[in-house]
């Protein structure tokens, strides 16, 4: 597509429920990533993947969260028996590749704002 | 840990007025420098960046330049727009190498309103 897709683009669940959030990155990109915002902050890295494989997880915050990409194309996160304080703007972007100069451009999708109550 | 952090918000200025920004960083490496900007309803998008110290990224009128030696990277410009009213955001990455990744570590960002 045109641009990084991300749905649903509000999620409001009760605590307890689990909730899959899903990106659908821009044709051809290699790399995904999740980052998570929350409200009057900056984003905070999540997960991220080149093609299928999750290559760094280490900010998921605990194993109630976990993340796929198993065609190396779409990406779902997953959030288990959702908490209040999961509640945040979850984003989604993509890069073409991965150089190791740290310049490569992401791409941001609009995110999806969870809510638990 | 690496960390960003950016001038308080928020920011209100009158069209065609000087804007400054300010970012300092903490890093253990050499990391790259962004300014991303995020308008109402939408993803954050690459405003601007700077791979190496002393380095200059300007775009749209927006300039911020690398300085290893205060670890800042301040975001001007000289004249701004009501359409340059959002939130802007400062951000790093670390280099690793052959496996990099763009594992940003982002400002608390800062809003930006522009009166005509």
């Known amino acids: 597509g045109a641009g990084v897709s991300q749905s649903p683009r509000y999620k409001v669940t009760k605590r307890g429920q689990d909730v899959a959030l899903r990106c659908d990155p821009i044709?051809?990109?290699?790399?995904l990533y999740w980052y998570r915002q929350a409200l009057g902050q900056g984003p905070e890295f999540l997960t991220y993947?080149?093609?299928?494989?999750?290559?760094?997880k280490s900010g998921l915050p605990n194993d109630r969260f976990s993340a796929e990409r198993p065609e190396g194309s779409i990406s779902t996160l997953t959030i288990q028996r959702t908490e209040q304080r999961d509640s945040a703007m979850y984003r989604c972007?993509?890069?073409?590749?991965?150089?190791?100069?740290?310049?490569?451009?992401?791409?941001f999708g609009s995110g999806t704002q969870l809510s638990v109550l | 840990g690496d960390s960003v952090t950016q001038m308080e918000g928020p920011v209100t200025l009158s069209e065609e007025a000087f804007l400054t920004i300010n970012c300092t960083y903490t890093a253990t490496g050499y990391p790259s420098l962004f300014w991303y900007v995020q308008y109402p309803g939408e993803g954050l998008q690459l405003l601007l960046k700077?791979?190496?110290?002393?380095d200059k990224g300007s775009n749209k009128g927006f300039e911020a330049t690398y300085r290893k030696e205060t670890t800042s990277f301040h975001l001007e410009k000289g004249s701004v727009q009501v359409s340059d009213s959002a939130v802007y955001f400062c951000a790093l990455s670390d280099d690793l190498g052959l496996m990099g990744a763009q594992k940003l570590v982002f400002g608390q960002g800062t809003r930006l309103t522009i009166n005509p």
């Open positions: 972007a993509s890069s073409f590749s991965f150089n190791g100069q740290g310049g490569e451009k992401l791409f």
């Open positions: 044709s051809g990109h290699v790399s």
């Open positions: 993947f080149n093609y299928e494989a999750q290559q760094d």
């Open positions: 700077a791979t190496k110290a002393d």
